[in-house]
């Protein structure tokens, strides 16, 4: 499978918001993704399959020096293919150049492939945060620290 990695456009806002109800248990208002965008510009990336978006991962920053991821998704038939490896190297890269020194985000507890996921990236759980998404469900932290070059 070929893929490419490009920055998020307004345009492609519906295409996220599918992929997002498809793949993500939160949901979140339409705005939300172009806010971010427009904080981070260059944070928001996709992972593009021939011309369909097969996952995105997207943040911002918290403080001086750390970034934050707040969403990655890949969508089903596109997983197990280096897509989502792709994502938080590019989004890591981005961290790098404005200086942060560590990568955070929430993962709920139960999600076991993502937990298993970030921890072959390097991330590890730094806290339990309980009933931290709208159903009730708990959160754990994750972190990994940068290592600027």
Same mark, same amino acid.
């Given at each position: 499978?070929?893929? /490419?990695?490009?920055?998020?456009?307004? %345009?492609?806002?519906? %295409?996220?918001?599918?992929?997002?109800?498809?793949?993500?248990?939160?949901?979140?208002?339409?705005?939300?993704?172009?806010?971010? /965008? !427009?904080?981070?510009?260059? #944070?928001?990336?996709?992972?593009?399959?021939? /011309?369909?978006?097969?996952?995105?991962?997207?943040?911002?920053?918290?403080?001086? $020096? +750390?970034? !934050?991821?707040?969403?990655?998704?890949?969508?089903?038939?596109? !997983? $197990?293919?280096?897509?989502?490896?792709?994502?938080?190297?590019?989004? +890591? /890269?981005?961290?790098?150049?404005? $200086?942060?020194? $560590?990568? !955070?985000? +929430?993962?709920?507890?139960?999600?076991?492939? #993502?937990?298993?996921?970030?921890?072959?990236?390097?991330? %590890?759980?730094?806290?339990?945060?309980?009933?931290?998404?709208?159903?009730?469900?708990?959160?754990?932290?994750?972190?990994?620290?940068?290592?600027?070059?």
């Amino acid at each position: 499978m070929f893929v /490419q990695f490009r920055l998020f456009g307004p %345009s492609e806002l519906n %295409s996220i918001i599918e992929l997002t109800r498809n793949n993500l248990t939160e949901r979140y208002n339409d705005f939300v993704f172009l806010d971010i /965008q !427009r904080t981070w510009p260059s #944070a928001f990336i996709l992972g593009m399959s021939d /011309q369909t978006i097969a996952g995105f991962i997207c943040g911002g920053l918290s403080g001086e $020096k +750390e970034a !934050r991821i707040l969403m990655l998704a890949v969508d089903t038939p596109f !997983r $197990k293919n280096g897509i989502g490896t792709g994502l938080m190297s590019l989004f +890591e /890269q981005e961290a790098l150049k404005v $200086k942060a020194d $560590k990568v !955070r985000l +929430e993962v709920r507890t139960d999600n076991v492939e #993502a937990i298993n996921f970030y921890k072959n990236h390097g991330y %590890s759980v730094s806290n339990l945060l309980p009933s931290y998404y709208n159903d009730g469900s708990d959160a754990y932290t994750m972190e990994k620290l940068l290592v600027q070059t």
